[in-house]
């Protein structure tokens, strides 16, 4: 299940709580089941605890790559192209290195059968019970907007799920055809506050906005995979789904929330996260990682570690040079 030990969460949190969070990552909360991520052969020798903390991080670098990329939008309405280039570097490095990197190590991808599958699960719970879920209770919280944004999705959810069923059975029979991939209606999402009023609310968004991050990152390498597989239909289809989950909903989202602030606030947020990771979160996972034998692991949590605080450093710059 997914975790909540991500940079946009824990900047927000006391070190008491952040702290708990790290002793205790079995807390879960409404989102994808863990059977909607595959797993190849090679976690079986990862220590249950070191797959733990995967799933943790990718949770946090597949938000921050969606989150960054919003944030350099909102620096290019400020003008402010040196923050904008910033925040598009790094949010490249988020899923292209380092989510990739763990979810390498963790066994995410699998053969295109195995990663439909796994789409499949994913996308029979968030039509079947999480949006439907979340949409009662905005419903019932008199957040109208949410109510129609969850429901909007979860109808978008199971158009998506019945176009990889469709994609299983050509791949698994050898005949038909792979589905068309979406067309995505792009949502923009400038500075502002919050459009919600209850705290369940609120927080049904943050759970919504971390499984469709989650959902664009997983997808984006089922896509690579499948294309370097010779099955270019089904990669297109792969991709366009994860762009959907990108821009239409986790942007959907993300303004209902109030996410995106002016890039000074932006910028005050990411350096409590990224100083997070690179202090706290990262050095306790490769701590954990050497402790049970998981070595790799534990090189590649110090490596992230230590491209954490270079974020931080630039960010902290960058700041500091705001006009």
Do not use: W
């Not at 176009?163 to 050898?174: C, D, I, M, S």
């Amino acid at each position: 299940m997914r975790r909540f030990a991500t940079r946009a969460a824990l900047a927000c949190l006391s070190t008491a709580v952040a702290a708990a969070v790290l002793t205790c990552p079995s807390a879960t909360a409404l989102s994808v089941p863990a059977d909607g991520v595959s797993r190849t052969a090679a976690t079986a020798a990862l220590h249950r605890q070191t797959l733990a903390d995967l799933d943790t991080a990718m949770h946090g670098e597949a938000y921050a790559s969606v989150a960054y990329t919003f944030y350099a939008a909102q620096a290019d309405r400020e003008k402010l192209p040196g923050a904008a280039g910033l925040y598009r570097k790094t949010a490249s490095v988020e899923l292209d290195e380092h989510f990739r990197e763990e979810a390498a190590l963790a066994g995410v991808v699998g053969s295109d059968a195995a990663n439909l599958r796994a789409a499949i699960a994913g996308e029979t719970y968030e039509t079947t019970t999480m949006y439907p879920t979340f949409a009662r209770q905005a419903a019932a919280d008199g957040d109208a907007n949410a109510a129609a944004l969850f429901t909007e999705i979860g109808k978008d959810e199971a158009r998506h799920l019945a176009a990889f069923r469709a994609a299983l059975k050509v791949v698994e029979t050898g005949r038909g055809q792979i589905p068309a991939p979406p067309s995505v209606d792009a949502v923009q999402v400038p500075a502002g506050g919050r459009k919600v009023h209850s705290a369940r609310t609120l927080a049904n968004l943050d759970t919504a906005m971390h499984g469709e991050a989650l959902a664009r990152a997983r997808y984006t390498l089922y896509a690579d995979h499948a294309a370097a597989h010779h099955r270019p239909a089904l990669a297109r289809l792969f991709q366009g789904i994860a762009q959907v989950e990108f821009h239409e909903h986790f942007a959907g989202e993300a303004v209902l929330y109030g996410l995106v602030g002016t890039t000074r606030a932006n910028l005050t947020k990411t350096i409590a996260g990224e100083r997070y990771e690179a202090e706290v979160m990262y050095p306790t996972f490769a701590r954990r990682a050497d402790a049970v034998g998981d070595h790799q692991a534990a090189r590649l949590f110090r490596d992230n570690a230590a491209d954490e605080a270079g974020h931080a450093k630039a960010f902290r710059e960058m700041l500091d040079h705001l006009h």
